[in-house]
């Protein structure tokens, strides 16, 4: 692996079921994060995590819920999607949680729920 | 609130010159980053702007001005590669990122 992967690359959901996105790094970044991107808005933070073990709120983080158990790792889960959850995903991760620090994006998963 | 704006579109002729403008008003300001997206992938780096000047790499140049709140990013000779959306965030007071919209460039032959 060379990079930031995400599984799935799409995914049809169902109203009501859980899904859980992955988010694999292998650059030994310590932050990662999640961010939704719709159509006419600006990439949206859903959680962050600075280091392994810890995890953070973002900007819109009601519904989802994250992990990190370890450097490389980093899920997403839906707890129960609703319509409003269809969006584009993108997992990123940068070498520390620093201002100047580059954040590196994964190829992102399209999720529409019904 | 915190606001980021961008033209939503903008459209060039190929070998020609562009620029990009991206204001903001944030919580804080750690320092500004310009990503490009084409469509259908994931945001690519291409500058970051902390001090107030003029940054150039290559055919890319980013600009900022902290006291009036204010970026722009320029490309030069452009190329019909160079079609995608143009991303501004900014560093805000909490390390974050703050996104705009982007700005999508089509380039014309």
Excluded at chain 1, 75 to 103: D, H, I, K, M, R
Aim: charged fraction near 15%.
């Amino acid at each position: 692996i060379a990079g930031i992967t995400q599984a799935p690359t799409s995914q049809i959901l169902a109203a009501g079921r859980r899904m859980t996105l992955r988010c694999t790094q292998d650059m030994r970044h310590n932050a990662m994060y999640w961010y939704r991107q719709d159509l006419g808005l600006g990439l949206r933070l859903i959680h962050y995590s600075n280091t392994a073990g810890t995890t953070g709120k973002g900007e819109v983080p009601d519904g989802y819920s994250v992990s990190r158990a370890n450097t490389d790792d980093f899920p997403l889960t839906l707890a129960s999607a609703v319509p409003s959850q269809t969006s584009v995903y993108f997992c990123a991760s940068s070498a520390t949680s620093g201002s100047g620090e580059t954040q590196y994006f994964g190829p992102g998963t399209r999720l529409l729920v019904l | 609130g915190q606001n980021i704006d961008q033209p939503t579109e903008m459209t060039a002729t190929e070998g020609a010159i562009v620029q990009i403008n991206c204001t903001y008003q944030t919580s804080g300001f750690n320092g500004l980053f310009w990503y490009q997206q084409h469509a259908g992938e994931a945001p690519t780096f291409l500058s970051y702007n902390v001090l107030d000047g003029l940054e150039e790499k290559g055919r890319f140049s980013s600009f900022l001005s902290r006291s009036k709140g204010y970026s722009y990013l320029l490309l030069k000779e452009l190329q019909m590669k160079d079609s995608a959306s143009y991303l501004c965030a900014v560093v805000d007071s909490n390390y974050q990122l703050i996104w705009g919209a982007g700005t999508k460039l089509i380039i014309k032959p």
